[in-house]
């Protein structure tokens, strides 16, 4: 009991650090990246002056700074609001945002027990186990191998298995999930839901028509894209047979990423959860040019906090979400629990054993570096696109997501049963395409991270120039006249 009440705080402690560090962050990057792509000075007023010498820290004191001040803001309340409602709506709309993070899976299921650790014999690097007799090596063949002696490892495990349950002896799967519930996704619908209540609420607790104005505006967004969000998962659930989130992320790994077996669903499913966070292009519900601050205009202090600290929260989780549902969650190309195997359809062109301690630990960097890469992605469509307008919002979610999503539910319905009913060398022939899908994402991966590398240790040579537009004109007419002008 004592060690499922640590590995759970364990748990607790990762994933709650990492989505309320991570927003804190975005509230940063919002600022520094819009002033970038805008072409604008973005944060540098907040700094620590030491004398001379001003530290601003690329404007992260910014964010300090507001953290600070929402202590200590006054907590106003309109003299007719209801008190109640009025104190109770920023909780309704920050508490289901962490409670839907305790069911995605940051890592694949670790082996947990005091034998995790043990003097054994570690695997060449051609794939071939070795076990330990006596003092000495052996190979499957019972043949001593020379220079290597056990030693205390990491044992690699089994790639269809992580370990049996031995509760006398401590030994147990640990999920790394804080809940790992069977429901898994329907946990996800029924929490993220909640969110409209919180906002629902603050308008109609504030005794403002601006809030109240915004709180319908909210209502109505979330609900429409709320049915068109469940429906693009439909084909999801019938490709990976599953509704736990986790299982999800495996069957990708044998197979290929989600993003390949369901492309369209992977773009509405971003559409609608751009829309459910409430961000530009979708920020109807709080336009600043039509309801000042929409649904929390008369809120203020700690609670205004909560609300904008919600909205950022809610872009962590949704990455999350895409990370797990169509990224391959944890997973990496051609990485599995039992370490690395290049193979294309039944031919395997490498395997290597790697100790299952290692796996776990890049398994959960890979999935808190694809959900950071998401993040950012949230950042540059909020600073690249227009608001829509309100008729065009819900149009979009009700006669172009909507149906879009029935029509992939139909055709991956039919697919599916065409797969199904396949023979062997059509089967086969998926097989390789999803292996190939794999080689393809390890590709861009590679190419990706070598071209940051360059990109980062390489200075740029700025030529500075300047040419206005009345320049262009004046070349365009003949160039401009020299000489005196005339009286």
């Not at 004398?51 to 700074?65: N, P, Y």
């Not at 929260?313 to 990455?319: A, D, H, I, K, R």
Request: a positive charge.
């Amino acid at each position: 009991m004592g060690t499922l009440l640590l590995t759970t705080f364990i748990k607790v402690a990762i994933m709650a650090g990492f989505l309320i560090n991570v927003a804190a962050l975005l509230t940063w990057f919002d600022r520094r990246g819009g002033g970038m792509i805008q072409d604008r000075v973005g944060p540098n007023r907040a700094l620590i002056k030491i004398g001379k010498f001003e530290l601003r820290v690329a404007g992260l004191l910014h964010t300090a700074a507001d953290g600070l001040k929402f202590f200590f803001k006054e907590d106003f309340i309109p003299p007719k609001a209801d008190k109640l409602l009025f104190a109770l709506a920023p909780m309704m709309a920050l508490a289901p945002v962490i409670a839907l993070s305790a069911v995605i899976p940051f890592g694949d299921t670790f082996c947990l027990g005091p034998d995790v650790v043990h003097k054994g014999c570690a695997m060449v690097t051609d794939g071939e186990r070795l076990k330990m007799v006596g003092e000495t090596c052996v190979n499957m063949a019972g043949q001593v191998v020379a220079g290597v002696t056990p030693t205390n490892i990491w044992p690699p495990v089994n790639r269809l298995g992580v370990c049996g349950i031995d509760v006398r002896n401590g030994i147990f799967p640990m999920d790394l999930m804080v809940a790992p519930l069977n429901v898994g996704i329907l946990y996800v619908f029924a929490i993220a839901g909640q969110g409209i209540v919180g906002a629902a609420i603050a308008g109609w607790a504030s005794d403002n028509k601006f809030s109240l104005m915004g709180a319908l505006r909210a209502a109505s967004q979330m609900v429409s894209y709320e049915v068109a969000m469940g429906l693009s998962l439909i084909g999801a659930m019938m490709i990976y047979g599953t509704v736990r989130l986790d299982d999800m992320v495996r069957w990708q790994g044998d197979h290929a990423w989600g993003i390949f077996v369901q492309p369209l669903a992977f773009f509405l499913f971003f559409a609608c959860a751009i829309a459910e966070s409430k961000r530009i292009p979708f920020d109807l519900p709080e336009a600043e040019s039509e309801l000042v601050s929409g649904y929390f205009t008369e809120y203020s202090g700690m609670k205004f906090g909560m609300f904008y600290f919600a909205e950022y929260m809610e872009v962590v989780t949704s990455s999350m979400l895409l990370v797990t549902i169509f990224l391959g969650g944890w997973q990496l190309p051609f990485f599995h629990r039992d370490g690395i195997t290049v193979a294309f359809g039944d031919a395997t062109l490498f395997h290597m054993w790697v100790p299952h301690i290692w796996m776990t630990i890049l398994g959960v960097v890979t999935f808190f570096a694809k959900t950071l890469v998401l993040c950012i992605l949230q950042a540059f469509i909020r600073w690249s696109l227009p608001r829509f307008r309100y008729d065009q919002l819900m149009k979009l979610g009700w006669r172009v997501i909507l149906p879009a999503s029935l029509a992939n539910v139909f055709a991956t319905g039919i697919l599916y049963l065409a797969a199904d009913q396949a023979g062997a060398t059509i089967q086969g022939g998926l097989k390789l395409a999803a292996d190939l899908s794999q080689a393809l994402v390890a590709l861009v991966i590679t190419v990706l991270v070598v071209r940051a590398g360059i990109g980062f240790f390489s200075s740029k040579k700025r030529v500075p120039w300047i040419v206005g537009t009345s320049a262009k004109l004046a070349a365009a007419a003949g160039g401009s006249k020299t000489g005196e002008m005339g009286a």
